[in-house]
């Protein structure tokens, strides 16, 4: 058998794949990847299914042994500079680490989140029928730690023959698209989301990512909002006034109003941004 052992996890790196949807109902949000599609790209390019777990790397610093054979692997996401044995992987991101390489993520220039995906998938057990960590319930597997032993799954299908990866492009000034409402006349001007720019608080998470910029007035303020289903990508504005988009591990109902909604495509573009980095909103029709 194939194992990656842990030798650094960095600031926080987890096991992910596309999630658990179907559990709302109990309580369960979906989690998953929160750049869906840098996992779907990583996983495509080893010739794995898109929603075989993976791993999501905060900010670098991720260094993995490989044990026990040898495996094809991918990095997408964050373009964090990786090293295989002591070799840089080089413009492709996808490469072959042996028995004894050492695999290691720096820090990225740009975005928040690197995934590295395995020909074979990490094989830890499901949860619910997910690998997912979602981080806000404390289902799934739990965040790598030094010493950790994490199996490479059997693979299946034919390895793809690639010569390059798209990278991930993130602006200075990160739009987001956002449709109107649900709950947007709770607010005295909810207009005012798109009039200006926010910033991205260093309290983000893979909950939700919080924005500094001034307060956005509730137009009554001891009017009380029963809870409700809420969803990635949510604009949710809590009696303080800032507003906060919900993320991957999200919860799955809320009582304060969600003013706008970013568009699904635009998500894992929100999940990227770092904190200090300025985002700004564009209305759009659903």
């Not at 990160?174 to 947007?184: F, H, M, N, T, Y």
Request: with cysteine; glycine share 16%.
């Amino acid at each position: 058998m194939t194992l990656l052992r842990v030798r650094r996890p960095g600031p926080l790196a987890l096991v992910e794949d596309l999630g658990r949807p179907g559990y709302a109902a109990i309580g369960v949000g979906r989690s998953g990847a929160a750049d869906r599609g840098a996992l779907r790209l990583a996983n495509r390019a080893v010739g794995n299914p898109e929603d075989a777990a993976g791993l999501e790397v905060l900010l670098g610093g991720l260094e993995l042994e490989v044990v026990g054979g040898s495996v094809t692997l991918c990095v997408t996401g964050a373009p964090a500079p990786v090293r295989v044995g002591g070799r840089d992987m080089g413009p492709s991101y996808v490469a072959t680490a042996r028995a004894g390489d050492v695999v290691r993520l720096g820090v990225p220039a740009v975005g928040l989140r690197s995934y590295v995906a395995v020909r074979g998938g990490i094989d830890v057990p499901a949860v619910l029928g997910s690998r997912s960590r979602d981080v806000l319930s404390g289902i799934g597997p739990a965040p790598l730690d030094v010493g950790d032993e994490l199996p490479v799954g059997v693979a299946t299908g034919v390895l793809p023959a690639v010569d390059l990866l798209p990278s991930l492009h993130l602006p200075e000034v990160v739009e987001l698209r956002l449709v109107r409402g649900p709950r947007d006349g709770w607010l005295d001007d909810a207009d005012r989301l798109t009039a200006g720019s926010w910033t991205v608080s260093s309290e983000s998470d893979r909950v939700g990512m919080r924005l500094l910029g001034g307060a956005l007035a509730h137009r009554d303020p001891g009017r009380q909002l029963p809870s409700e289903g809420v969803w990635r990508g949510a604009v949710q504005v809590p009696p303080g006034g800032e507003p906060v988009v919900f993320l991957a591990d999200h919860p799955v109902t809320g009582g304060y109003p969600v003013a706008g909604v970013v568009v699904d495509a635009d998500v894992d573009r929100a999940a990227q941004a770092r904190p200090g980095q300025v985002v700004r909103f564009r209305w759009v029709r659903p």
